[in-house]
């Protein structure tokens, strides 16, 4: 599904390559999407700044952590350091509903010790159940005190996890469901449902932040469905990437599917070893050339258990948009802070001219350098199905964004734009400060190749003029672009 984009409404822009909105800090930030159940539905994507945040939820054992691990860790000299990540949920599987009640629990112990006769009531699946006599004079900790709710509680578990009494429900898929704690029908005991207690009878709102988060049980979802949950509720981040379990497989074929009509790119590692073998068609990159897909890039490895593209875009997003070209990076290590170093893949030119024949990116030793090349899509530079560079399509979605939000201000900043030639002269003059200012300056078009046009008033229809809609306005430029590939051919002579 396309992703809406309301701004469309009053601003139209569409900037193409000759060949076949994201703010401007959120092109420095990536996604990892992961199907780890500690971040639940409800809360969809988590935000982290370091990577002890991220081993807050996930222990150094975890894919995540391993991810975050080749993220945050670059040179220290490097200007530009990563700052932000999020990770994302994605339901690979029937799933059991959970409550994860209020951030704000009752944490003295000896106020849970003092409660004998503790009692909530909670509707799971559907059926009303009455928890009581609950006894916490023995509980040495607050896992203690879960495990005593959990014992009692049935058809749920209970666990506490980062300062929130979380319930489970025992079966999965959408019969699986829970509500929030209530008192029981008939009180007799200490109702521990609320405040001051476990802190589960209200739900999380604008008015109450730390209020309890439901999620219902479901059915796997689609790679589409889940970048729509992702998107709704954060959908300030630009790059994804994917946790190994996810790589290389339909799921990440669905996804490059549904990326292709947003304005997000997918970088993630491949190792099916056809990626290799010249003319298969059964690896990954080979079905997305095939495709002819801009959005998705593709690093081969031979190692599953490293993370060159979380490296690579931890070292290049945080860069200024138009001031990079992917290509020819050396990825960090343990020098620069990381848990261990990523080799450069063990291959060979044929099969480097394999993966190249694919679209798909390696991280080779040539020279005695290991760098990341070719720096580019599976697809979309032209009808031939060659890979166009990441660094084009980052630029032309980067001058897009900032178009649409200067045309979109302009609208906003004057009381009215008449509908004159002197009005169109405003519109046509705002539109060549903004390809000056975020096209040549920010060195994503060449200086002097900027040409505007915009209709006259004559020559605007009747019907637009009546629907105040000024059509037709265009530009031409060409795009820096960089040197990939030097060729020099000399003679010498005695």
Same mark, same amino acid.
């Given at each position: 599904?396309?992703?809406?984009?309301?701004?469309?409404?009053?601003?139209?822009?569409?900037?193409?390559?000759? &060949?076949?909105?994201?703010?401007?800090?959120?092109?420095?930030?990536?996604?990892?999407?992961?199907?780890?159940?500690?971040?639940?539905?409800?809360?969809?994507?988590?935000?982290?700044? &370091? %990577?002890?945040?991220?081993?807050?939820? /996930?222990?150094?054992?975890?894919?995540?952590?391993?991810?975050?691990?080749?993220?945050?860790?670059?040179?220290?000299? $490097?200007?530009? @350091? =990563?700052?932000?990540?999020?990770?994302?949920?994605?339901?690979?599987?029937?799933?059991?509903?959970?409550?994860?009640?209020?951030?704000?629990?009752?944490?003295?112990?000896?106020?849970?010790?003092?409660?004998?006769?503790?009692? /909530?009531?909670?509707?799971?699946?559907?059926?009303?159940?009455?928890?009581?006599?609950?006894?916490?004079?023995?509980?040495?900790?607050?896992?203690?005190?879960?495990?005593?709710?959990?014992?009692?509680?049935?058809?749920?578990?209970?666990?506490?996890?980062?300062?929130?009494?979380?319930?489970?429900?025992?079966?999965?898929?959408?019969?699986? &469901?829970?509500?929030?704690? @209530?008192?029981?029908?008939? =009180?007799?005991?200490?109702?521990?449902?609320?405040?001051?207690?476990?802190?589960?009878?209200?739900?999380?709102?604008?008015?109450?932040?730390?209020?309890?988060?439901?999620?219902?049980?479901?059915?796997?979802?689609?790679?589409?469905?889940?970048?729509?949950?992702?998107?709704?509720?954060?959908?300030?981040?630009?790059?994804?990437?994917?946790?190994?379990?996810?790589?290389?497989?339909?799921?990440?074929?669905? %996804?490059?599917?549904?990326?292709?009509?947003?304005?997000?790119?997918?970088?993630?590692?491949?190792?099916?070893?056809?990626?290799?073998?010249?003319?298969?068609?059964?690896?990954?990159?080979?079905?997305?050339?095939?495709?002819?897909?801009?959005?998705?890039?593709?690093?081969?490895?031979? $190692?599953?258990?490293?993370?060159?593209?979380?490296?690579?875009?931890?070292?290049?997003?945080?860069?200024?948009?138009?001031?990079?070209?992917?290509?020819?990076?050396?990825?960090?290590?343990?020098?620069?802070?990381?848990?261990? $170093?990523?080799?450069?893949?063990?291959?060979?030119?044929?099969?480097?001219?394999?993966?190249?024949?694919?679209?798909?990116?390696?991280? &080779?030793?040539?020279?005695?350098?290991?760098?990341?090349?070719?720096?580019?899509?599976?697809?979309?530079?032209?009808?031939?199905?060659?890979?166009?560079?990441?660094?084009?399509?980052?630029?032309?979605?980067?001058?897009?964004?900032?178009?649409?939000?200067?045309?979109?201000?302009?609208?906003?900043?004057?009381?009215?734009? =008449?509908?004159?030639?002197?009005?169109?002269?405003?519109?046509?003059?705002?539109?060549? $400060?903004?390809? @000056?200012?975020?096209?040549?300056?920010?060195?994503?078009?060449?200086?002097?190749?900027?040409?505007?046009?915009?209709?006259?008033?004559?020559?605007?229809?009747?019907?637009?003029?009546?629907?105040?809609?000024? =059509?037709?306005?265009?530009?031409?430029?060409? %795009?820096?672009?960089?040197?990939?590939?030097?060729?020099?051919?000399?003679?010498?002579?005695?």
């Amino acid at each position: 599904m396309a992703e809406k984009r309301a701004i469309k409404r009053f601003v139209d822009v569409e900037i193409k390559k000759d &060949t076949p909105s994201v703010s401007a800090a959120s092109f420095g930030i990536p996604i990892l999407i992961s199907n780890s159940n500690v971040i639940t539905t409800a809360q969809r994507v988590k935000r982290f700044t &370091t %990577l002890a945040g991220v081993e807050t939820l /996930f222990p150094n054992t975890t894919e995540e952590w391993k991810a975050a691990d080749a993220y945050f860790s670059q040179d220290p000299f $490097n200007e530009n @350091q =990563p700052e932000e990540l999020l990770i994302g949920r994605y339901v690979d599987a029937p799933i059991a509903a959970v409550l994860e009640a209020g951030e704000t629990p009752l944490t003295v112990l000896a106020t849970w010790q003092a409660i004998t006769d503790g009692e /909530f009531g909670i509707t799971i699946d559907g059926g009303l159940v009455d928890v009581t006599g609950l006894n916490f004079s023995t509980a040495t900790s607050l896992d203690d005190v879960a495990s005593i709710i959990s014992a009692g509680t049935a058809g749920a578990s209970v666990a506490y996890v980062i300062n929130r009494f979380v319930f489970t429900s025992d079966t999965t898929g959408v019969a699986s &469901t829970l509500t929030l704690l @209530q008192t029981v029908a008939v =009180p007799a005991g200490t109702d521990i449902s609320g405040t001051g207690f476990l802190d589960g009878d209200v739900i999380k709102s604008p008015t109450n932040p730390g209020g309890s988060l439901l999620s219902q049980g479901q059915i796997a979802e689609t790679a589409a469905d889940m970048l729509t949950a992702v998107k709704n509720v954060n959908n300030a981040w630009y790059a994804l990437g994917l946790i190994k379990a996810l790589r290389d497989i339909q799921f990440t074929e669905d %996804l490059s599917d549904a990326l292709e009509s947003n304005r997000n790119i997918m970088i993630t590692v491949t190792n099916d070893p056809n990626t290799l073998v010249l003319g298969s068609a059964a690896s990954l990159a080979a079905k997305l050339k095939a495709k002819n897909y801009k959005r998705t890039s593709l690093v081969y490895h031979d $190692n599953s258990n490293v993370y060159p593209d979380w490296s690579w875009m931890g070292q290049q997003l945080p860069k200024d948009v138009g001031s990079t070209n992917w290509s020819y990076k050396t990825l960090a290590g343990i020098a620069e802070g990381a848990s261990q $170093n990523i080799e450069a893949s063990s291959i060979t030119q044929t099969q480097i001219d394999a993966a190249e024949d694919v679209n798909a990116n390696v991280y &080779t030793t040539t020279l005695g350098a290991s760098f990341i090349y070719f720096g580019t899509m599976t697809g979309g530079k032209n009808i031939d199905k060659e890979g166009e560079f990441i660094d084009i399509i980052i630029n032309i979605d980067f001058l897009q964004a900032r178009v649409e939000e200067g045309l979109m201000s302009l609208l906003l900043e004057k009381d009215i734009i =008449p509908f004159t030639d002197g009005g169109i002269t405003i519109v046509d003059t705002r539109l060549k $400060n903004l390809l @000056q200012t975020y096209g040549v300056v920010q060195g994503i078009l060449v200086d002097g190749t900027v040409v505007t046009s915009f209709p006259k008033r004559a020559d605007v229809s009747q019907v637009d003029r009546d629907d105040r809609k000024l =059509p037709g306005g265009t530009f031409t430029a060409e %795009l820096s672009g960089a040197i990939n590939t030097v060729i020099v051919r000399g003679i010498v002579s005695i």
